[in-house]
């Protein structure tokens, strides 16, 4: 799985996605993860208007995969 590493990407990869958000993943690169956590503000956005929310994530080297599930 390659890591993410800008937002116009991550938002596409969102838009483009297919099926049941438990199937989803999102590998963010750590370089986007920003001090005050606009980019993922921007990208969870994104996420929540597809009536997702977020529902974890896994760190690995360099990469945080995050995981969602439908708005409860």
Do not use: C
């Not at 999102?26 to 503000?41: K, Q």
């Not at 956005?45 to 760190?59: K, M, S």
Request: proline share 7%; no cysteine; aromatic share 8%.
């Amino acid at each position: 799985m390659r890591a993410i590493s800008n937002v116009s990407e991550a938002v596409s990869h969102v838009d483009r996605f297919e099926g049941e958000p438990e199937d989803f993943a999102l590998p963010i690169a750590e370089t986007m993860l920003d001090p005050v956590g606009v980019n993922m503000a921007i990208i969870t956005d994104r996420v929540l208007a597809r009536g997702w929310e977020p529902n974890g994530f896994e760190q690995v080297p360099g990469v945080r995969i995050y995981r969602y599930k439908r708005l409860a």
